[in-house]
C-alpha cells in the first residue's frame, strides 16, 4: 500500500505567519495533492501536482501557495496565515494513469490564532 | 450547488445491526472512493470502484455511473466501525476527487 507522510502533525501559528507543510510520497506516484478538510464538510481540493515542477490550481486556492520540489514532496505554504485556515490538512498521491485511487497521509492539524 | 449529495449526514446504530449510506452525482462520475476517518483523523480507504461492487468483510459498495450514486452497506457494525465515512466522485475531466459531505457514524452496545 502507498505510503503518505505528512510533517509536523500539529501546528500552532499566530495570524500573519509564515507556514510550510510537508508531505512525502514513497511509491513513485506522479500525483500529488493537497486537501483541507474542516468540521462537516468533506475534503475540498487546494492545490496539485502531475509531477516535479508542476502545479495545478484546486478548487480553493486562495492564501495558498504550494511547491513540488521532487516526485516525493510536496509543500504547501501559507505565507500570511490567517485564522479561516485553521483546518486539518491531508495530503493524497495517485500513480500513473488516470483511474487510480488516492492514497491519503496521516494529515497535519493547523491552528492559526 | 455540490455535485455529491451525501446521506445521512448522521446515524447511530446499535452493535450487530447494518445500514447503508448513500452518494448521488449530480453529474457522470468516473468511479468513487470510499473512506473512513477513525478516530485519529486518519483517511482509511476502503474501496475504489469504477463499477460495480465489491465486498470486503462486513462493508459491500456499489458504484452505478449512469444512474450517478454509489452505496455502502455495512453489516454486523462493531464498536470499530464508528467513525466519519465519506465519499468522494473521481471527474472525467482532470480526475479530481469531489467529497461528499460526510456521514457520522455512531456504533452502540
Known amino acids: 500500500e502507498a505510503a503518505v507522510t505528512q510533517s509536523p502533525r500539529n501546528k500552532v501559528t499566530v495570524t500573519g505567519g509564515n507556514v510550510t507543510l510537508s508531505c512525502r510520497q514513497t511509491?513513485?506516484?506522479?500525483?500529488m495533492y493537497w486537501y483541507r478538510q474542516d468540521t462537516g464538510h468533506g475534503l475540498r481540493l487546494i492545490h496539485y501536482?502531475?509531477?516535479?515542477?508542476?502545479?495545478q490550481i484546486g478548487d480553493v486556492p486562495d492564501g495558498y501557495k504550494a511547491t513540488r520540489t521532487t516526485q516525493e514532496d510536496f509543500f504547501l505554504l501559507l505565507e500570511l496565515a490567517s485564522p479561516s485556515q485553521t483546518s486539518l490538512y491531508f495530503c493524497?498521491?495517485?500513480?500513473?494513469?488516470?483511474?487510480?485511487?488516492?492514497?491519503f497521509g496521516p494529515g497535519t492539524r493547523l491552528t492559526v490564532l | 450547488g455540490d455535485q455529491v449529495e451525501q446521506s445521512p449526514s448522521a446515524l447511530s446504530l446499535h452493535e450487530g445491526t447494518g445500514s447503508a449510506l448513500r452518494c448521488n452525482f449530480t453529474?457522470?462520475?468516473?468511479?468513487v472512493q470510499w473512506f473512513r476517518k477513525n478516530s485519529r483523523g486518519s483517511l482509511i480507504n476502503l474501496f475504489y470502484?469504477?463499477?460495480g461492487t465489491k465486498e470486503n468483510g462486513r462493508l459491500k459498495s456499489a458504484f452505478d455511473s449512469k444512474e450517478r450514486y454509489s452505496t455502502l452497506h455495512i453489516r454486523d457494525a462493531q464498536l470499530e466501525d464508528s467513525g466519519t465515512y465519506f465519499c468522494?466522485?473521481?471527474?472525467?475531466?482532470?480526475?479530481?476527487?469531489?467529497f461528499g459531505q460526510g456521514t457520522k457514524l455512531s456504533i452502540k452496545p
Open positions: 493524497a498521491s495517485k500513480g500513473l494513469g488516470v483511474s487510480y485511487e488516492q492514497y
Open positions: 501536482s502531475y509531477g516535479a515542477g508542476n502545479l
Open positions: 470502484l469504477a463499477s
Open positions: 511509491n513513485s506516484h506522479n500525483y
Open positions: 468522494a466522485a473521481e471527474d472525467y475531466n482532470q480526475g479530481k476527487l469531489i
Open positions: 453529474t457522470t462520475m468516473r468511479a
